[in-house]
């Protein structure tokens, strides 16, 4: 089955501690996005990716990093500069045409709460 | 960056009812978009939309893309207990590569 998974589905850590998410995609497609969502807050997205070894910062970028190593994978590490990583992230892929981004497909979410 | 409209915040309603909500932009848009997220899951994707006047439906649900462009609306009919989530709103501008999201209309249907 073609999809985007994320794991673990939920993820406890300590305050100050570092933690990668996972997103892994087999529907080849070239865009790879990651967002954070809060209660009442919609979507609001952290990073995004175009193509392998290239991602640029959406409009909450501080205090997260990424990488995209492979095509197929987009780790989101929540760094100790995140004041507040409590949150539902959603990772989600599409594909591009002529340089534009088409619908995008959602993981089935990570949720992080650290205590 | 730039933010879609989307109302009404939130609706309870009884089932059997139908359901309206809309987005508005203050820019064109070349793509609508409507996904509904059931609590816990990621957002689905219900109906995509690419000219302006399009009528699309996906069983009970219907959306179309505004003549001016810079709307989209989602009706639901006869709702039914299952309904119960956030509909988002996404759409892409003719200025802009990437896709906006509306803050979601959380839908609550009472039997």
């Known amino acids: 089955d073609g999809g985007i998974t994320q794991s673990p589905k939920y993820l406890f850590r300590k305050e100050g501690q570092n933690v990668t998410l996972s997103c892994e995609q087999n529907?080849?497609?070239?865009?790879m996005y990651w967002y954070r969502q809060d209660p009442g807050q919609g979507l609001r997205l952290i990073y995004y990716?175009?193509?392998?070894?290239?991602?640029q910062k959406g409009d909450i970028a501080e205090g997260y990093s990424v990488s995209r190593e492979k095509k197929e994978s987009f780790p989101l590490t929540v760094t100790s500069a995140q004041k507040n990583p409590t949150a539902f992230y959603l990772c989600?892929?599409?594909?591009?045409?002529?340089?534009?981004?088409?619908?995008?497909?959602f993981g089935p979410g990570t949720r992080l709460t650290v205590l | 960056g730039q933010q879609l409209n989307q109302s009404p915040q939130s609706m309870f309603i009884q089932e059997g009812e139908d359901v309206s909500m809309n987005c508005t932009s203050s820019?064109?848009?070349?793509?609508w978009l409507w996904y509904k997220q059931d609590p816990g899951e990621g957002p689905v994707l219900l109906i995509a939309?690419?000219?302006?006047?399009e009528l699309t439906s996906n069983g009970r649900l219907t959306a179309q893309f505004g003549i001016t462009r810079k709307d989209s609306f989602l009706n639901i009919s006869a709702s039914i207990p299952s309904d119960v989530g956030i509909y988002f709103c996404?759409?892409?501008?003719?200025?802009?590569?990437?896709?906006?999201f509306g803050k979601g209309t959380t839908l609550s249907v009472s039997s």
């Open positions: 989600a892929s599409s594909t591009l045409t002529g340089g534009s981004y088409n619908e995008q497909f």
């Open positions: 529907l080849n497609h070239d865009a």
């Open positions: 990716s175009q193509i392998v070894n290239d991602f």
């Open positions: 820019s064109i848009f070349n793509t």
């Open positions: 939309l690419y000219k302006a006047g």
């Open positions: 996404a759409g892409r501008n003719q200025a802009g590569t990437a896709l906006i």
